[in-house]
């Protein structure tokens, strides 16, 4: 068991779902809407409290995700302009989603902007939005293939822009190259800055590095962590991004630990097997298009 921050709530941790739509975005078989309801709908009778539903991108962009409208209930979401965060409103989310990164080619190839363009944007929409209601994604926090290690004077850069508009900060290991000393670090900036850090963390196929992060996280004050059922997604915008943590291993492992998440892997069981149909179905539209 993990014995640092026992102090209080310290033992209740959030598992935020991300399956729906960081899982599903990058699938090519299309999965339909009344699948994907009963996705959602399993994960809360679950126990699960925060999911991120939807993306409201453009539909050319993350084909997948066109169906936002007709598959959001009332969870998070994703908004990438102001198009997508005034559909997102008319539909009546009220979690929003933003992403920003320090890696300026990653801001181009996901927003087509760079990052001080992004807040700018943001700052014409997000005005009227709660920052308790903010979730905002930092993408490539721990690296990236295209500009390298970021430095703690970019990372808190990007801290102080994360804080014009949101509560929560969500460190994103977009390709799986972090390390327990950046955890540290970063975890310790944002919560020197008054923000609540989370972390969203993908692999190569071997999730035990994820989970020395969550350990690393843990210890240092971090209680939110980003996961998938089934283990489903990856970003469409980074080749080789990896998998995401799956939210079966990361709720097993905090339960044996000691920690409270209000979710256990017998009540994720629906839920699992929906998530492995659906991979069933991409596995087989690979196969027919080889």
Known sequence: MLERYEEGNQMNVTVYEVGPRDGLQSLKRKIPSSQKIKLIDALY??????IEEVSFAHPKLVPQMADAED??????????NKRGYDRAIASGAEKINIVISP??????????????????????????TPKENVRVYISMAFGSPFSGEVSPK???????????????????????????????LWSEMALLEGMTPALHLHHKGEEEKALQLIRAGLLNGIREFDSSIGGLGGCPFVDNSGANLSTETLVLHLNVWGFETGVTLDALKKASKIARQIKLNETAREIEAR
Do not use: H, P
């Open 71 to 80: 598959v959001f209930q009332r969870g998070g979401v994703l908004v990438m």
């Open 45 to 50: 009778d679950a126990g699960l409290t925060e």
């Open 154 to 184: 970019t990372m808190l850069s990007c801290i102080r822009d994360a804080k014009m508009f949101g509560k929560t900060v969500v460190f994103a290991d977009t390709v799986g190259v972090g390390t327990r000393k950046e955890v540290e």
């Open 103 to 128: 890696c300026e080619t990653f801001n181009m190839k996901n927003m087509r902007k760079t990052r001080s363009e992004l807040v700018l944007m943001y700052k014409t929409f997000l005005d009227k």
